[in-house]
């Protein structure tokens, strides 16, 4: 996680906004970098886990915003790529496959 994303975290904290996580690039992760599924996998939870620590870090009154942290299974992490225009939430995807395979969604959350 960059300087720049824990100073805008900092500062949507302090001034009581929600934070989301939007991963940028998965073009470049999916096709460019050729990363084994398991190695995607970990390189996105140490992402969201970094994330959600520096936001433990300035999220010091939970009572006021309740949880803020993080989560792909609860809708604030998107996945995408702006430069091809396309972006999806992991329930967006769970939903897709459902429709494709007869399964519910929650089966694949």
């Known amino acids: 996680v960059s ?15 929600k934070p989301v996580l939007f991963m940028n690039k998965m073009d470049r992760a999916l096709l460019e ?4 599924q398991e190695d995607l ?4 939870q140490r992402i969201l886990e970094s994330t959600n620590v520096i936001i433990a870090t300035y999220a010091t009154d ?20 702006g430069l091809h225009g396309w972006a999806f939430t992991l329930k967006q ?17």
Do not use: C, W
């Open 33 to 36: 970098l050729n990363l084994e």
């Open 93 to 109: 995807f769970a939903e897709m496959y459902s429709d494709k395979f007869g399964i519910e969604v929650p089966k694949f959350m």
């Open 62 to 81: 939970e009572s006021i915003m309740g949880n803020i942290q993080v989560h792909a299974s609860d809708g604030t992490v998107g996945f995408g790529s």
């Open 41 to 44: 996998y970990q390189t996105f």
């Open 3 to 17: 300087v720049q994303t824990e100073t805008v975290l900092r500062q949507a904290i302090s001034e009581r906004i």
